[in-house]
Protein backbone atom coordinates (compact mmCIF):
# COMPACT_ATOMS: atom_id res chain seq x y z
CA UNK A 1 0.00 0.00 0.00
CA UNK A 2 2.81 2.41 0.87
CA UNK A 3 4.42 2.14 -2.64
CA UNK A 4 0.93 2.88 -4.42
CA UNK A 5 0.58 5.20 -2.42
CA UNK A 6 4.14 6.94 -3.35
CA UNK A 7 3.26 6.19 -7.05
CA UNK A 8 0.29 7.58 -6.96
CA UNK A 9 1.62 10.74 -5.24
CA UNK A 10 4.38 11.28 -8.32
CA UNK A 11 1.72 10.55 -10.67
CA UNK A 12 -0.01 13.60 -8.80
CA UNK A 13 3.09 15.85 -9.08
CA UNK A 14 4.00 14.86 -12.01
CA UNK A 15 0.25 16.56 -13.54
CA UNK A 16 1.28 20.22 -11.89
CA UNK A 17 1.02 23.07 -14.38
CA UNK A 18 4.23 23.93 -16.65
CA UNK A 19 4.60 27.06 -15.13
CA UNK A 20 5.12 25.82 -11.30
CA UNK A 21 8.05 23.82 -12.29
CA UNK A 22 9.55 26.49 -14.09
CA UNK A 23 8.76 28.20 -11.00
CA UNK A 24 10.82 25.82 -9.11
CA UNK A 25 13.52 25.20 -11.51
CA UNK A 26 15.88 28.33 -10.25
CA UNK A 27 15.88 26.70 -6.55
CA UNK A 28 17.32 22.96 -7.82
CA UNK A 29 20.53 23.64 -7.47
CA UNK A 30 20.78 24.84 -4.05
CA UNK A 31 18.80 21.60 -3.24
CA UNK A 32 21.31 19.48 -5.14
CA UNK A 33 24.07 20.96 -3.44
CA UNK A 34 22.20 20.78 0.00
CA UNK A 35 21.98 16.82 -1.18
CA UNK A 36 25.33 16.93 -1.92
CA UNK A 37 26.87 18.54 0.97
CA UNK A 38 24.29 15.78 2.85
CA UNK A 39 26.07 12.70 1.47
CA UNK A 40 29.77 14.25 1.77
CA UNK A 41 28.72 14.29 5.33
CA UNK A 42 27.77 10.88 5.80
CA UNK A 43 30.88 9.82 3.76
CA UNK A 44 32.74 11.71 5.83
CA UNK A 45 31.28 10.49 8.97
CA UNK A 46 31.69 6.36 7.09
CA UNK A 47 35.07 7.68 7.09
CA UNK A 48 35.95 8.53 10.28
CA UNK A 49 34.14 5.53 11.63
CA UNK A 50 36.31 2.95 9.38
CA UNK A 51 39.55 4.76 10.30
CA UNK A 52 38.54 4.73 14.23
CA UNK A 53 37.31 0.92 13.79
CA UNK A 54 41.14 0.32 11.96
CA UNK A 55 42.90 3.10 14.44
CA UNK A 56 41.23 0.48 17.40
CA UNK A 57 41.97 -2.77 16.01
CA UNK A 58 45.75 -1.82 15.00
CA UNK A 59 45.93 0.16 18.82
CA UNK A 60 44.81 -3.69 20.46
CA UNK A 61 47.02 -5.48 17.84
CA UNK A 62 50.09 -3.66 19.16
CA UNK A 63 49.00 -4.10 22.97
CA UNK A 64 48.86 -7.73 22.21
CA UNK A 65 52.02 -7.79 20.55
CA UNK A 66 53.68 -5.46 23.62
CA UNK A 67 51.51 -7.26 26.42
CA UNK A 68 54.06 -10.37 26.84
CA UNK A 69 52.05 -12.45 28.07
CA UNK A 70 49.32 -10.02 30.63
CA UNK A 71 46.23 -10.22 29.17
CA UNK A 72 44.73 -7.52 31.11
CA UNK A 73 45.92 -4.14 29.78
CA UNK A 74 44.59 -6.17 26.69
CA UNK A 75 41.10 -6.77 28.33
CA UNK A 76 40.93 -2.87 29.47
CA UNK A 77 41.84 -1.56 26.02
CA UNK A 78 39.80 -4.12 24.18
CA UNK A 79 36.61 -2.93 26.83
CA UNK A 80 37.43 0.59 25.74
CA UNK A 81 37.49 0.93 22.54
CA UNK A 82 34.25 -1.55 21.87
CA UNK A 83 32.11 0.95 24.42
CA UNK A 84 33.71 4.32 22.61
CA UNK A 85 33.74 2.84 19.43
CA UNK A 86 29.87 1.83 20.02
CA UNK A 87 28.58 4.57 21.43
CA UNK A 88 27.55 2.35 24.63
CA UNK A 89 27.86 3.74 28.28
CA UNK A 90 30.05 1.21 29.91
CA UNK A 91 31.51 -2.47 29.51
CA UNK A 92 32.49 -6.07 31.01
CA UNK A 93 34.48 -8.29 30.14
CA UNK A 94 34.09 -12.24 31.36
CA UNK A 95 35.92 -15.36 31.66
CA UNK A 96 33.71 -18.10 31.23
CA UNK A 97 34.28 -20.94 34.42
CA UNK A 98 31.80 -23.83 33.61
CA UNK A 99 28.25 -25.02 34.36
CA UNK A 100 27.33 -21.22 33.45
CA UNK A 101 29.49 -19.61 36.00
CA UNK A 102 31.42 -16.26 34.58
CA UNK A 103 33.76 -14.55 36.18
CA UNK A 104 34.85 -10.60 35.70
CA UNK A 105 37.84 -9.65 34.67
CA UNK A 106 37.79 -6.32 33.55
CA UNK A 107 35.30 -3.22 33.49
CA UNK A 108 34.74 0.09 31.91
CA UNK A 109 32.92 3.07 33.05
CA UNK A 110 30.70 1.21 35.54
CA UNK A 111 28.22 3.47 37.06
CA UNK A 112 29.22 4.06 40.97
CA UNK A 113 26.15 2.53 42.22
CA UNK A 114 26.51 -0.87 39.74
CA UNK A 115 29.88 -1.36 40.13
CA UNK A 116 30.06 -1.55 44.04
CA UNK A 117 26.82 -3.88 43.66
CA UNK A 118 29.25 -5.88 41.39
CA UNK A 119 32.21 -5.77 43.64
CA UNK A 120 30.23 -6.91 46.68
CA UNK A 121 28.49 -9.64 44.64
CA UNK A 122 31.76 -10.75 42.88
CA UNK A 123 34.26 -13.98 44.08
CA UNK A 124 36.84 -15.51 42.83
CA UNK A 125 33.98 -18.15 41.46
CA UNK A 126 32.23 -15.82 39.62
CA UNK A 127 28.78 -15.32 39.37
CA UNK A 128 26.33 -17.48 37.78
CA UNK A 129 24.28 -16.97 34.87
CA UNK A 130 20.61 -16.61 34.64
CA UNK A 131 19.74 -18.59 31.50
CA UNK A 132 17.13 -16.65 30.35
CA UNK A 133 19.80 -13.18 30.94
CA UNK A 134 22.26 -12.63 27.04
CA UNK A 135 24.93 -13.93 28.76
CA UNK A 136 23.18 -17.11 29.96
CA UNK A 137 22.00 -17.69 26.06
CA UNK A 138 25.43 -16.82 24.85
CA UNK A 139 26.52 -19.58 27.48
CA UNK A 140 23.96 -22.12 25.85
CA UNK A 141 24.41 -21.25 22.32
CA UNK A 142 27.67 -19.78 21.84
CA UNK A 143 26.28 -16.96 19.70
CA UNK A 144 26.07 -13.59 20.29
CA UNK A 145 22.87 -12.04 22.11
CA UNK A 146 21.57 -8.47 22.03
CA UNK A 147 18.82 -7.20 24.67
CA UNK A 148 16.69 -4.68 23.11
CA UNK A 149 15.10 -3.30 26.45
CA UNK A 150 16.59 -5.19 29.40
CA UNK A 151 13.33 -4.47 31.18
CA UNK A 152 11.04 -6.46 28.97
CA UNK A 153 13.54 -9.24 29.32
CA UNK A 154 12.02 -12.16 31.95
CA UNK A 155 15.22 -12.85 33.81
CA UNK A 156 14.16 -9.08 35.08
CA UNK A 157 10.75 -9.75 35.61
CA UNK A 158 11.76 -12.27 37.07
CA UNK A 159 13.45 -10.38 39.51
CA UNK A 160 16.60 -12.46 39.19
CA UNK A 161 19.10 -10.68 41.23
CA UNK A 162 22.13 -10.28 38.55
CA UNK A 163 19.70 -8.66 35.87
CA UNK A 164 18.06 -6.39 38.66
CA UNK A 165 20.93 -4.59 39.48
CA UNK A 166 22.17 -4.32 36.06
CA UNK A 167 18.72 -2.51 35.15
CA UNK A 168 18.20 -0.55 38.46
CA UNK A 169 22.29 0.03 39.48
CA UNK A 170 23.26 0.41 36.30
CA UNK A 171 20.92 1.67 34.28
CA UNK A 172 21.28 -1.00 31.28
CA UNK A 173 18.60 -0.96 28.57
CA UNK A 174 20.56 -2.39 25.70
CA UNK A 175 22.95 -4.88 25.96
CA UNK A 176 24.80 -6.90 23.18
CA UNK A 177 26.84 -10.08 24.56
CA UNK A 178 29.65 -11.81 22.19
CA UNK A 179 31.36 -15.04 23.02
CA UNK A 180 35.04 -14.98 23.04
CA UNK A 181 35.62 -18.98 21.32
CA UNK A 182 38.40 -20.74 20.74
CA UNK A 183 37.70 -23.58 18.63
CA UNK A 184 33.91 -23.83 19.58
CA UNK A 185 35.05 -23.60 23.39
CA UNK A 186 33.23 -20.65 25.35
CA UNK A 187 36.19 -18.92 26.87
CA UNK A 188 34.32 -15.77 27.91
CA UNK A 189 32.69 -12.95 26.11
CA UNK A 190 32.49 -8.91 25.79
CA UNK A 191 29.11 -7.12 27.34
CA UNK A 192 28.53 -3.93 26.33
CA UNK A 193 25.42 -1.77 27.79
CA UNK A 194 23.73 1.51 26.61
CA UNK A 195 21.23 3.35 28.94
CA UNK A 196 18.92 4.22 26.63
CA UNK A 197 16.72 1.56 24.38
CA UNK A 198 18.66 1.69 20.81
CA UNK A 199 20.04 -1.80 19.36
CA UNK A 200 23.51 -2.01 18.10
CA UNK A 201 24.13 -2.46 14.49
CA UNK A 202 25.48 -4.97 12.40
CA UNK A 203 29.17 -3.39 12.10
CA UNK A 204 29.13 -2.46 15.57
CA UNK A 205 28.69 -6.60 16.77
CA UNK A 206 30.76 -7.33 13.77
CA UNK A 207 33.58 -4.99 15.68
CA UNK A 208 32.71 -6.31 19.06
CA UNK A 209 32.92 -10.16 17.49
CA UNK A 210 36.89 -8.65 16.47
CA UNK A 211 37.64 -7.79 19.20
CA UNK A 212 36.48 -10.73 21.19
CA UNK A 213 38.69 -12.79 18.81
CA UNK A 214 41.80 -10.55 19.73
CA UNK A 215 40.93 -11.30 22.93
CA UNK A 216 40.91 -14.96 22.36
CA UNK A 217 44.23 -14.17 20.96
CA UNK A 218 45.74 -12.79 23.79
CA UNK A 219 44.41 -15.41 26.29
CA UNK A 220 46.05 -17.53 24.32
CA UNK A 221 49.63 -16.11 23.99
CA UNK A 222 49.02 -15.43 27.36
CA UNK A 223 48.98 -19.17 27.97
CA UNK A 224 51.76 -20.41 25.36
CA UNK A 225 53.81 -17.24 26.81
CA UNK A 226 53.51 -18.40 30.35
CA UNK A 227 54.24 -22.04 29.25
CA UNK A 228 57.23 -21.22 27.17
CA UNK A 229 58.43 -18.32 28.88
CA UNK A 230 61.87 -19.95 29.27
CA UNK A 231 62.32 -20.00 25.66
CA UNK A 232 63.11 -16.49 24.55
CA UNK A 233 63.51 -17.42 21.14
CA UNK A 234 59.34 -18.71 20.84
CA UNK A 235 58.48 -15.66 22.68
CA UNK A 236 60.24 -13.41 20.79
CA UNK A 237 59.02 -15.10 17.36
CA UNK A 238 55.19 -14.27 18.80
CA UNK A 239 55.76 -10.53 19.36
CA UNK A 240 57.39 -10.24 15.99
CA UNK A 241 54.45 -12.01 14.15
CA UNK A 242 51.96 -9.82 15.63
CA UNK A 243 54.24 -6.49 15.18
CA UNK A 244 54.18 -7.38 11.29
CA UNK A 245 50.35 -7.66 11.68
CA UNK A 246 50.45 -4.65 12.73
CA UNK A 247 52.46 -2.85 10.95
CA UNK A 248 51.41 -4.68 7.39
CA UNK A 249 49.07 -2.28 6.43
CA UNK A 250 46.53 -4.66 4.57
CA UNK A 251 49.70 -6.11 3.04
CA UNK A 252 49.12 -9.88 3.98
CA UNK A 253 52.53 -11.60 2.51
CA UNK A 254 54.59 -10.22 4.48
CA UNK A 255 52.36 -11.80 7.89
CA UNK A 256 52.27 -15.24 5.80
CA UNK A 257 55.90 -15.34 5.52
CA UNK A 258 56.72 -14.36 9.14
CA UNK A 259 54.34 -16.74 10.17
CA UNK A 260 55.57 -19.87 7.79
CA UNK A 261 59.31 -18.88 8.75
CA UNK A 262 58.51 -18.65 12.69
CA UNK A 263 56.30 -21.90 12.60
CA UNK A 264 58.68 -23.78 10.90
CA UNK A 265 61.63 -22.89 12.66
CA UNK A 266 59.96 -23.30 16.03
CA UNK A 267 58.63 -26.60 15.42
CA UNK A 268 61.67 -27.70 14.43
CA UNK A 269 60.18 -28.74 10.69
CA UNK A 270 62.14 -28.64 7.56
CA UNK A 271 59.52 -26.58 5.40
CA UNK A 272 55.65 -25.35 5.31
CA UNK A 273 53.30 -23.99 2.96
CA UNK A 274 49.83 -21.59 3.94
CA UNK A 275 47.08 -22.35 1.87
CA UNK A 276 43.81 -20.18 1.54
CA UNK A 277 40.31 -22.21 1.20
CA UNK A 278 38.32 -20.27 -1.58
CA UNK A 279 36.03 -22.20 -3.57
CA UNK A 280 35.90 -25.88 -2.31
CA UNK A 281 39.49 -25.48 -3.28
CA UNK A 282 42.99 -24.83 -1.61
CA UNK A 283 45.01 -22.14 -3.50
CA UNK A 284 48.82 -21.94 -2.13
CA UNK A 285 49.51 -18.96 -1.45
CA UNK A 286 53.31 -19.09 0.44
CA UNK A 287 55.84 -21.54 1.16
CA UNK A 288 58.92 -21.68 3.33
CA UNK A 289 62.12 -23.64 2.83
CA UNK A 290 60.10 -25.77 0.10
CA UNK A 291 62.73 -28.16 -1.45
CA UNK A 292 63.06 -26.99 -4.82
CA UNK A 293 61.32 -29.82 -7.34
CA UNK A 294 58.02 -29.64 -5.01
CA UNK A 295 58.20 -25.83 -5.10
CA UNK A 296 57.77 -25.42 -8.70
CA UNK A 297 55.22 -28.38 -8.63
CA UNK A 298 52.93 -26.56 -6.23
CA UNK A 299 53.49 -23.68 -8.22
CA UNK A 300 52.64 -25.07 -11.28
CA UNK A 301 49.43 -26.59 -9.14
CA UNK A 302 48.75 -23.48 -6.91
CA UNK A 303 44.86 -24.53 -6.84
CA UNK A 304 44.36 -28.16 -5.22
CA UNK A 305 41.12 -29.88 -5.06
CA UNK A 306 42.04 -32.04 -2.55
CA UNK A 307 41.05 -35.89 -2.31
CA UNK A 308 38.61 -35.47 0.90
CA UNK A 309 40.63 -39.14 2.30
CA UNK A 310 43.38 -36.78 2.34
CA UNK A 311 45.00 -34.68 5.10
CA UNK A 312 43.14 -31.49 3.38
CA UNK A 313 40.10 -33.09 1.85
CA UNK A 314 39.38 -33.71 5.30
CA UNK A 315 39.75 -30.57 7.01
CA UNK A 316 36.83 -28.35 5.23
CA UNK A 317 34.17 -30.88 6.74
CA UNK A 318 36.10 -31.52 9.74
CA UNK A 319 37.63 -28.31 10.72
CA UNK A 320 40.36 -30.43 13.00
CA UNK A 321 44.02 -30.80 12.91
CA UNK A 322 45.28 -33.58 11.31
CA UNK A 323 48.50 -34.75 12.55
CA UNK A 324 50.20 -37.76 10.86
CA UNK A 325 53.34 -39.21 11.85
CA UNK A 326 54.37 -41.10 8.64
CA UNK A 327 53.13 -40.07 5.53
CA UNK A 328 54.33 -43.13 4.04
CA UNK A 329 52.61 -45.39 6.10
CA UNK A 330 49.12 -43.11 5.61
CA UNK A 331 46.33 -45.17 2.87
CA UNK A 332 46.60 -42.35 0.31
CA UNK A 333 50.10 -42.98 -0.45
CA UNK A 334 49.97 -47.24 -0.10
CA UNK A 335 47.02 -46.51 -2.73
CA UNK A 336 49.24 -44.40 -4.43
CA UNK A 337 47.56 -40.87 -4.26
CA UNK A 338 49.49 -38.60 -7.18
CA UNK A 339 49.35 -35.53 -4.27
CA UNK A 340 50.81 -37.92 -1.15
CA UNK A 341 53.18 -39.44 -3.50
CA UNK A 342 54.43 -35.96 -4.60
CA UNK A 343 54.68 -35.00 -0.68
CA UNK A 344 56.72 -37.86 0.42
CA UNK A 345 58.67 -39.01 -2.69
CA UNK A 346 59.46 -35.52 -4.27
CA UNK A 347 59.44 -33.29 -1.09
CA UNK A 348 60.70 -35.85 1.09
CA UNK A 349 58.30 -35.47 3.57
CA UNK A 350 57.33 -37.80 6.41
CA UNK A 351 55.64 -36.32 9.54
CA UNK A 352 52.82 -33.60 8.55
CA UNK A 353 50.48 -31.24 10.95
CA UNK A 354 48.12 -29.18 9.04
CA UNK A 355 45.98 -26.85 11.10
CA UNK A 356 43.21 -25.11 10.14
CA UNK A 357 42.74 -21.24 9.98
CA UNK A 358 39.10 -20.41 11.54
CA UNK A 359 37.04 -17.45 11.90
CA UNK A 360 33.20 -17.92 13.16
CA UNK A 361 33.41 -21.86 12.46
CA UNK A 362 34.19 -21.21 8.70
CA UNK A 363 37.54 -22.42 7.30
CA UNK A 364 39.66 -19.83 5.96
CA UNK A 365 42.84 -22.13 4.92
CA UNK A 366 45.61 -24.28 6.39
CA UNK A 367 49.17 -24.15 7.72
CA UNK A 368 50.89 -27.37 7.02
CA UNK A 369 54.58 -28.01 8.47
CA UNK A 370 56.44 -31.12 7.41
CA UNK A 371 59.57 -32.70 8.62
CA UNK A 372 61.28 -35.23 6.56
CA UNK A 373 62.47 -37.40 9.47
CA UNK A 374 59.19 -39.30 11.31
CA UNK A 375 59.10 -37.42 14.54
CA UNK A 376 55.81 -36.53 15.21
CA UNK A 377 55.14 -32.88 16.86
CA UNK A 378 54.43 -32.04 20.62
CA UNK A 379 51.13 -30.64 21.58
CA UNK A 380 52.84 -27.25 22.62
CA UNK A 381 54.60 -27.08 19.18
CA UNK A 382 50.83 -27.98 17.81
CA UNK A 383 49.06 -25.32 20.21
CA UNK A 384 52.16 -22.93 18.59
CA UNK A 385 51.35 -23.32 14.84
CA UNK A 386 47.31 -22.89 16.14
CA UNK A 387 48.27 -19.35 17.49
CA UNK A 388 49.93 -18.60 13.99
CA UNK A 389 46.81 -19.77 12.20
CA UNK A 390 44.51 -17.54 14.68
CA UNK A 391 47.22 -14.61 13.98
CA UNK A 392 46.78 -15.31 10.19
CA UNK A 393 42.87 -14.48 10.56
CA UNK A 394 43.47 -11.90 12.32
CA UNK A 395 46.01 -10.28 9.38
CA UNK A 396 43.31 -11.33 6.97
CA UNK A 397 40.34 -9.49 8.96
CA UNK A 398 42.58 -6.59 9.08
CA UNK A 399 43.27 -6.25 5.39
CA UNK A 400 39.31 -6.94 4.55
CA UNK A 401 38.72 -3.70 6.91
CA UNK A 402 41.71 -1.67 4.99
CA UNK A 403 40.09 -2.38 1.95
CA UNK A 404 36.82 -1.43 2.63
CA UNK A 405 38.35 1.98 3.73
CA UNK A 406 40.40 2.43 0.65
CA UNK A 407 37.08 2.09 -1.27
CA UNK A 408 35.86 4.73 1.54
CA UNK A 409 38.71 7.18 0.63
CA UNK A 410 37.87 6.57 -3.19
CA UNK A 411 34.56 7.53 -2.77
CA UNK A 412 35.44 11.34 -0.89
CA UNK A 413 37.87 12.62 -3.20
CA UNK A 414 36.37 16.13 -1.74
CA UNK A 415 37.85 15.51 1.72
CA UNK A 416 41.59 15.20 0.70
CA UNK A 417 42.17 18.75 1.03
CA UNK A 418 40.93 18.67 4.81
CA UNK A 419 42.86 15.27 5.49
CA UNK A 420 46.13 16.70 3.48
CA UNK A 421 46.24 20.00 6.01
CA UNK A 422 45.38 17.51 9.49
CA UNK A 423 48.73 15.75 8.03
CA UNK A 424 50.31 19.48 8.04
CA UNK A 425 49.45 20.37 10.99
CA UNK A 426 50.76 17.20 12.67
CA UNK A 427 54.21 17.42 10.75
CA UNK A 428 54.24 20.82 11.83
CA UNK A 429 54.09 19.22 15.57
CA UNK A 430 56.48 17.25 14.68
CA UNK A 431 58.89 19.59 13.67
CA UNK A 432 58.02 21.39 17.34
CA UNK A 433 58.85 18.50 19.03
CA UNK A 434 62.08 17.78 17.07
CA UNK A 435 63.26 21.82 17.84
CA UNK A 436 62.77 21.03 21.51
CA UNK A 437 65.78 18.68 21.22
CA UNK A 438 68.30 21.45 20.31
CA UNK A 439 67.46 23.08 23.45
CA UNK A 440 65.89 20.62 26.38
CA UNK A 441 68.12 17.80 27.98
CA UNK A 442 67.17 14.28 26.17
CA UNK A 443 65.05 12.74 28.58
CA UNK A 444 62.81 15.77 28.82
CA UNK A 445 62.29 16.39 25.28
CA UNK A 446 61.76 12.24 24.50
CA UNK A 447 59.14 12.36 27.34
CA UNK A 448 57.59 15.27 25.41
CA UNK A 449 57.43 13.84 22.00
CA UNK A 450 56.02 10.35 23.30
CA UNK A 451 53.68 11.85 25.22
CA UNK A 452 52.81 14.48 22.73
CA UNK A 453 52.34 16.50 25.44
CA UNK A 454 55.00 19.51 27.13
CA UNK A 455 53.33 18.77 30.84
CA UNK A 456 56.37 17.67 31.65
CA UNK A 457 58.15 21.05 31.15
CA UNK A 458 55.98 22.46 33.77
CA UNK A 459 57.00 23.19 37.10
CA UNK A 460 56.62 20.79 39.65
CA UNK A 461 58.54 19.85 43.02
CA UNK A 462 60.22 16.22 43.13
CA UNK A 463 62.93 14.67 44.96
CA UNK A 464 66.15 14.62 43.04
CA UNK A 465 70.08 13.48 43.69
CA UNK A 466 71.98 16.86 41.96
CA UNK A 467 75.49 15.80 40.67
CA UNK A 468 78.28 19.15 40.28
CA UNK A 469 81.37 18.88 38.93
CA UNK A 470 84.40 21.28 37.99
CA UNK A 471 88.08 21.47 37.14
CA UNK A 472 90.41 22.74 39.72
CA UNK A 473 92.82 25.08 38.05
CA UNK A 474 91.03 25.71 34.83
CA UNK A 475 90.50 29.62 35.93
CA UNK A 476 94.51 30.06 35.43
CA UNK A 477 94.34 27.63 32.52
CA UNK A 478 92.39 29.27 30.95
CA UNK A 479 93.98 33.02 31.69
CA UNK A 480 97.06 31.82 30.48
CA UNK A 481 96.36 30.06 27.38
CA UNK A 482 95.56 30.43 24.09
CA UNK A 483 91.85 30.65 23.45
CA UNK A 484 92.09 27.61 21.30
CA UNK A 485 93.61 25.62 23.38
CA UNK A 486 91.08 26.00 26.01
CA UNK A 487 88.22 25.03 23.63
CA UNK A 488 90.32 22.24 22.90
CA UNK A 489 90.51 21.17 26.47
CA UNK A 490 86.74 22.02 27.29
CA UNK A 491 85.32 19.58 24.01
CA UNK A 492 87.20 16.62 25.38
CA UNK A 493 85.90 17.03 28.67
CA UNK A 494 82.35 17.57 27.68
CA UNK A 495 82.47 14.63 25.03
CA UNK A 496 83.99 12.41 28.33
CA UNK A 497 81.62 14.02 30.35
CA UNK A 498 78.36 13.54 27.98
CA UNK A 499 78.92 9.92 27.57
CA UNK A 500 78.88 9.31 31.21
CA UNK A 501 75.70 10.97 31.68
CA UNK A 502 74.07 9.08 28.65
CA UNK A 503 75.43 6.01 30.05
CA UNK A 504 73.97 6.54 33.35
CA UNK A 505 70.65 7.87 32.51
CA UNK A 506 71.21 11.53 34.17
CA UNK A 507 69.88 14.84 33.09
CA UNK A 508 72.04 17.63 32.13
CA UNK A 509 70.90 20.46 34.12
CA UNK A 510 73.39 22.74 32.02
CA UNK A 511 77.24 23.26 31.16
CA UNK A 512 78.67 26.37 32.29
CA UNK A 513 82.52 26.46 31.31
CA UNK A 514 84.24 23.87 33.13
CA UNK A 515 81.02 23.27 35.41
CA UNK A 516 79.01 20.17 34.89
CA UNK A 517 75.20 20.09 36.70
CA UNK A 518 73.75 16.45 36.25
CA UNK A 519 70.10 15.68 38.11
CA UNK A 520 68.50 11.95 38.47
CA UNK A 521 65.22 11.33 38.98
CA UNK A 522 63.77 13.95 37.10
CA UNK A 523 62.03 13.42 34.51
CA UNK A 524 62.98 9.66 34.14
CA UNK A 525 62.45 7.92 37.54
CA UNK A 526 65.08 6.11 38.86
CA UNK A 527 64.96 3.25 41.62
CA UNK A 528 67.80 4.89 43.89
CA UNK A 529 68.80 7.72 42.21
CA UNK A 530 71.64 8.76 45.10
CA UNK A 531 73.27 5.30 44.33
CA UNK A 532 73.25 5.93 39.93
CA UNK A 533 75.20 9.17 41.39
CA UNK A 534 77.39 7.98 42.84
CA UNK A 535 78.10 5.59 40.13
CA UNK A 536 78.43 7.73 37.76
CA UNK A 537 80.76 9.93 39.97
CA UNK A 538 83.19 6.84 40.03
CA UNK A 539 82.85 6.58 36.28
CA UNK A 540 83.60 9.70 36.17
CA UNK A 541 86.97 10.09 38.69
CA UNK A 542 88.03 7.35 36.27
CA UNK A 543 87.47 9.00 32.86
CA UNK A 544 89.05 12.34 34.11
CA UNK A 545 91.66 10.88 36.29
CA UNK A 546 92.84 9.73 32.49
CA UNK A 547 92.47 13.36 30.80
CA UNK A 548 94.05 15.07 33.76
CA UNK A 549 96.94 12.71 33.17
CA UNK A 550 97.01 13.69 29.52
CA UNK A 551 96.97 17.05 30.39
CA UNK A 552 99.68 17.11 33.12
CA UNK A 553 101.77 15.93 30.22
CA UNK A 554 100.71 19.00 28.01
CA UNK A 555 102.13 20.94 30.65
CA UNK A 556 98.25 21.94 32.36
CA UNK A 557 98.11 21.33 35.99
CA UNK A 558 94.23 20.72 36.43
CA UNK A 559 92.45 18.68 38.81
CA UNK A 560 88.43 17.83 39.13
CA UNK A 561 85.66 17.78 42.00
CA UNK A 562 82.43 16.33 42.17
CA UNK A 563 79.66 17.40 45.03
CA UNK A 564 76.37 14.69 45.30
CA UNK A 565 73.23 15.78 47.22
CA UNK A 566 70.17 14.48 47.88
CA UNK A 567 66.76 16.57 48.64
CA UNK A 568 63.80 18.06 46.95
CA UNK A 569 64.45 20.67 44.33
CA UNK A 570 61.23 22.67 42.08
CA UNK A 571 62.08 21.66 38.53
CA UNK A 572 61.03 23.19 35.04
CA UNK A 573 61.59 25.12 32.09
CA UNK A 574 62.76 28.96 32.87
CA UNK A 575 63.82 31.51 29.76
CA UNK A 576 62.25 33.20 26.96
CA UNK A 577 60.65 31.93 23.30
CA UNK A 578 63.80 30.43 21.37
CA UNK A 579 65.97 29.96 24.01
CA UNK A 580 64.73 27.36 27.28
CA UNK A 581 66.65 25.96 30.08
CA UNK A 582 65.85 22.83 32.18
CA UNK A 583 66.28 24.00 35.35
CA UNK A 584 66.29 22.47 39.38
CA UNK A 585 66.01 25.01 41.80
CA UNK A 586 66.53 24.42 45.55
CA UNK A 587 69.01 23.79 48.25
CA UNK A 588 69.94 20.29 47.18
CA UNK A 589 71.07 22.11 43.92
CA UNK A 590 73.50 24.47 45.97
CA UNK A 591 74.74 22.35 48.67
CA UNK A 592 75.82 19.76 45.55
CA UNK A 593 77.61 23.07 43.81
CA UNK A 594 78.95 24.14 47.57
CA UNK A 595 80.10 20.40 48.15
CA UNK A 596 81.80 20.47 44.68
CA UNK A 597 83.40 23.83 45.67
CA UNK A 598 85.02 22.33 48.98
CA UNK A 599 86.12 18.66 47.18
CA UNK A 600 90.13 18.33 47.04
CA UNK A 601 91.07 17.28 43.34
CA UNK A 602 90.18 13.67 42.79
CA UNK A 603 87.26 13.86 46.04
CA UNK A 604 83.61 12.89 45.97
CA UNK A 605 81.86 14.51 48.17
CA UNK A 606 78.67 13.53 49.24
CA UNK A 607 76.10 15.21 51.94
CA UNK A 608 74.25 12.79 54.65
CA UNK A 609 71.17 11.79 52.98
CA UNK A 610 73.12 10.03 50.12
CA UNK A 611 75.70 8.08 52.39
CA UNK A 612 72.37 6.86 53.80
CA UNK A 613 71.31 5.60 50.52
CA UNK A 614 74.62 4.10 48.68
CA UNK A 615 76.86 2.79 52.43
CA UNK A 616 75.74 -0.40 51.66
CA UNK A 617 77.12 -0.54 48.66
CA UNK A 618 80.72 2.06 48.79
CA UNK A 619 83.30 2.73 51.38
CA UNK A 620 83.58 6.06 52.37
CA UNK A 621 85.64 8.48 55.04
CA UNK A 622 84.16 11.62 56.51
CA UNK A 623 86.15 14.49 55.50
CA UNK A 624 84.46 16.66 58.08
CA UNK A 625 81.53 19.18 58.85
CA UNK A 626 81.46 22.50 56.08
CA UNK A 627 80.00 25.75 56.56
CA UNK A 628 78.73 26.34 53.04
CA UNK A 629 77.43 29.38 51.65
CA UNK A 630 73.83 29.85 51.61
CA UNK A 631 73.40 26.83 54.01
CA UNK A 632 72.47 27.81 57.62
CA UNK A 633 73.71 24.94 58.77
CA UNK A 634 77.43 22.66 58.84
CA UNK A 635 77.09 19.98 56.74
CA UNK A 636 79.08 16.76 57.39
CA UNK A 637 80.82 15.60 53.76
CA UNK A 638 82.28 12.53 53.38
CA UNK A 639 84.52 11.29 50.64
CA UNK A 640 83.55 8.28 48.25
CA UNK A 641 86.85 6.08 48.15
CA UNK A 642 85.88 2.66 45.63
CA UNK A 643 83.12 0.43 45.54
CA UNK A 644 82.75 -2.25 48.05
CA UNK A 645 83.69 -6.11 46.93
CA UNK A 646 80.93 -7.75 45.65
CA UNK A 647 82.40 -10.62 48.45
Known amino acids: MRRQSKTNATKKRSRKPAAIKRHRTPASPRHADRQSSQSNDQLRRELDAAREQQAATTDVLRIVSASSGEVKPVFEAILTKAVRICEAKFGMLTLYEGDNVFRT ?73 VPMLKEDT ?10 EVRPFTDKQIELVQNFAAQAVIA ?89 PRSALGQIPSTKQIYHVADLAKESAYIRRDP ?76 LNQQLEQRVADQVGEIERMSRLRRF ?45 DVMDLLRDYHAAIGKIVIKYSGTLERFAGDGVMVIFNDPVPVPNPALQAVSMALDMRVTLGALIERWRRLGHDLGFGIGIAHGFATLGTIGFEGRFDYAAIGTVSNVASRLCDEAKPGQILISPRVLLAVEETVTVEAVGDFELKGIRRPVAAYNVLAPKSAN
Open 105 to 177: VAMHNLPPAYAQRAAERRDRLGVRAHPLTAIGRVAATKRFAQVFDYREELAYKERDPVAVDVVELGGARTLVS
Open 186 to 195: LIGAINIFRQ
Open 219 to 307: IENARLLNELRESLEQQTATSDVLRVISSSQGELKPVFDALLANAVRLCEAKFGILNLYEDEAFRTIAMHNVPVAFAALRQHQSVLCAD
Open 339 to 414: RVVAVVETAGARTIVVVPMIKEDELIGVIAIYRQEVRPFTDKQIALVQNFAAQAVIAIENARLLNELRERTQEVVK
Open 440 to 484: LPPQVADLIVASGTEKQLESHRREITALFCDLRGFTGFSESSDPE
